[in-house]
């Protein structure tokens, strides 16, 4: 029964948090607020809405591990599974933008300042602060360096209606926060249930569902000859996982961190992060590429089960 509560939970926590996104844009578009500044703030802080909500849930009622693990696997995950899909799916990958020298660096950087923060055993609130405070210097980077995600032109020629906005955004938080609040209830019944930790649970489990929305949008740019926005996604959404989700999460309760005790998953979120600056800095966009991001991930399931 806890299993079925979690995959509906997180279902609707995906379902909210695509409504929320919509409908912002929606509300930032009628007030004639730029797609430049939209795509910078709301759709880059929107891929982590639902790692957001589960950790900072998770932190709430004393799942401090499920909250830091979420975050370590949903960057696995992100880095291993989706962009080894992307590279395995996409004919052709050429970036404009050169990744390597604007962009993959910010992926790298905030897990360094998690491993010096975690030091200590915990992030405190300090630590929290710090991290939003990196969270608002990346959106000021975006700003600065002309990088966003483009604003669906449908949505933005669709008639705008305060009634059904504000009804489906309030549905939207409803769903996320609901959502999150039962997944979190039901994982770690699951975790008991099966004697397993509540880290697993949370870098396998959680994390996965959590990384979803970006697995589906990745694949579907990677068909669509898109796969270099996916990468610059990608890197958005860890980032903001890093800063923004453990950042609130650590300001609502300190978080443990265990690092001796989970330093191979750790280390495997530092490892992947690396690949994608070497990946980057060679413009090794192919196939072979996906495929050992592939066997990374193999290897962290191996190692974990």
Same mark, same amino acid.
């Given at each position: 029964?806890?299993?079925?509560?979690?995959?509906?939970?997180?279902?609707?926590?995906?379902?909210?948090?695509?409504?929320?996104?919509?409908?912002?844009?929606?509300?930032?578009?009628?007030?004639?607020?730029?797609?430049?500044?939209?795509?910078?703030?709301?759709?880059?802080?929107?891929?982590?809405?639902?790692?957001?909500?589960?950790?900072?849930?998770?932190?709430?009622?004393?799942?401090?591990?499920?909250?830091?693990?979420? +975050?370590?696997?949903?960057?696995?995950?992100?880095?291993?599974?989706?962009?080894?899909?992307?590279?395995?799916?996409?004919?052709?990958?050429?970036?404009?933008?050169?990744?390597?020298?604007?962009?993959?660096?910010?992926?790298?950087?905030?897990?360094?300042?998690?491993?010096?923060?975690?030091?200590?055993?915990?992030?405190?609130?300090?630590?929290?602060?710090?991290?939003?405070?990196?969270?608002?210097?990346?959106?000021?980077?975006?700003?600065?360096?002309?990088?966003?995600?483009?604003?669906?032109?449908?949505?933005?020629?669709?008639?705008?209606?305060?009634?059904?906005?504000?009804?489906?955004?309030?549905?939207?938080?409803?769903?996320?926060?609901?959502?999150?609040?039962?997944?979190?209830?039901?994982?770690?019944?699951?975790?008991?249930?099966?004697?397993?930790?509540?880290?697993?649970?949370?870098?396998?489990? +959680?994390?996965?569902?959590?990384?979803?929305?970006?697995?589906?949008?990745?694949?579907?740019?990677?068909?669509?000859?898109?796969?270099?926005?996916?990468?610059?996604?990608?890197?958005?959404?860890?980032?903001?996982?890093?800063?923004?989700?453990?950042?609130?999460?650590?300001?609502?309760?300190?978080?443990? +961190?265990?690092?001796?005790?989970?330093?191979?998953?750790?280390?495997?979120?530092?490892?992947?992060?690396?690949?994608? +600056?070497?990946?980057?800095?060679?413009?090794?966009?192919?196939?072979?590429?996906?495929?050992?991001?592939?066997?990374?991930?193999?290897?962290?399931?191996?190692?974990?089960?």
């Amino acid at each position: 029964m806890d299993i079925m509560i979690f995959v509906v939970s997180m279902a609707a926590l995906i379902y909210g948090a695509d409504h929320i996104i919509e409908q912002s844009e929606k509300i930032a578009l009628h007030f004639d607020i730029s797609p430049f500044v939209i795509g910078a703030t709301l759709i880059a802080l929107g891929t982590s809405l639902p790692e957001m909500a589960v950790s900072m849930s998770a932190s709430y009622k004393g799942s401090g591990d499920i909250a830091v693990a979420n +975050v370590i696997g949903s960057t696995i995950f992100n880095i291993s599974l989706v962009l080894g899909a992307v590279f395995l799916i996409a004919k052709k990958i050429q970036p404009e933008r050169d990744l390597f020298a604007k962009d993959s660096s910010w992926s790298l950087f905030p897990i360094l300042i998690f491993l010096l923060m975690g030091m200590d055993g915990q992030l405190s609130r300090l630590d929290g602060f710090l991290f939003l405070i990196i969270m608002g210097a990346y959106l000021l980077f975006l700003v600065q360096s002309d990088q966003m995600e483009e604003i669906d032109e449908d949505l933005a020629k669709e008639k705008f209606g305060w009634g059904k906005s504000l009804t489906l955004l309030l549905l939207g938080f409803v769903f996320v926060v609901g959502g999150a609040d039962f997944a979190i209830g039901s994982a770690g019944n699951i975790a008991r249930d099966f004697g397993i930790s509540e880290w697993i649970i949370g870098l396998f489990l +959680v994390a996965f569902g959590t990384s979803l929305p970006e697995l589906v949008v990745s694949v579907k740019a990677a068909l669509n000859n898109n796969a270099d926005m996916a990468i610059g996604a990608i890197i958005g959404s860890n980032v903001a996982n890093f800063t923004m989700v453990l950042g609130l999460s650590s300001l609502i309760n300190p978080l443990t +961190v265990d690092l001796n005790g989970n330093f191979f998953d750790i280390m495997a979120a530092l490892i992947v992060s690396v690949m994608l +600056v070497f990946i980057t800095a060679n413009k090794l966009y192919n196939k072979s590429a996906g495929l050992v991001m592939m066997s990374v991930l193999v290897l962290v399931i191996s190692n974990s089960f």
